[in-house]
């Protein structure tokens, strides 16, 4: 007998979709508050996406990966967690700028903008 095998349905909540966005963020990649905001539908939604990032607590989440559109750490310079996102991205290959990563421009392809390989700073 065979088993027919269904595709897993999207994530129906804008927050479930929020996290999941952030989850498909590659190591060594980083991508604006925005810019998970516009890839699950959402623009002009960023502080949405920040404070769902902010509240949640999933164990392994990411949340790293994720910047200001300008690429700069939300937190303030110098902080702990300012401090903890630094080590992680450096850890990732990140590279950084006083505090900013490169974010790739957006183009008619947001997948290829967003995920794409990083220009040297």
Do not use: K
Request: hydrophobic share 40%; charged share 20%.
């Amino acid at each position: 007998m065979l088993t027919r095998i269904m595709p897993s349905p999207e994530p129906a909540t804008a927050e479930q979709r929020i996290l999941a966005a952030i989850r498909a963020v590659p190591q060594g990649q980083v991508a604006s508050y925005g810019g998970i905001a516009r890839r699950v539908g959402l623009p002009g939604r960023a502080r949405l996406v920040a404070r769902i990032l902010g509240g949640s607590d999933e164990t392994g989440l990411p949340w790293h990966r994720i910047l200001r559109s300008d690429g700069r750490i939300a937190f303030p310079a110098g902080s702990p967690q300012w401090q903890e996102q630094v080590r992680r991205l450096q850890a990732e290959g990140v590279q950084l700028r006083n505090g900013r990563a490169r974010i790739a421009a957006e183009t008619d392809n947001l997948d290829a903008a967003v995920w794409g390989p990083l220009d040297p700073l």
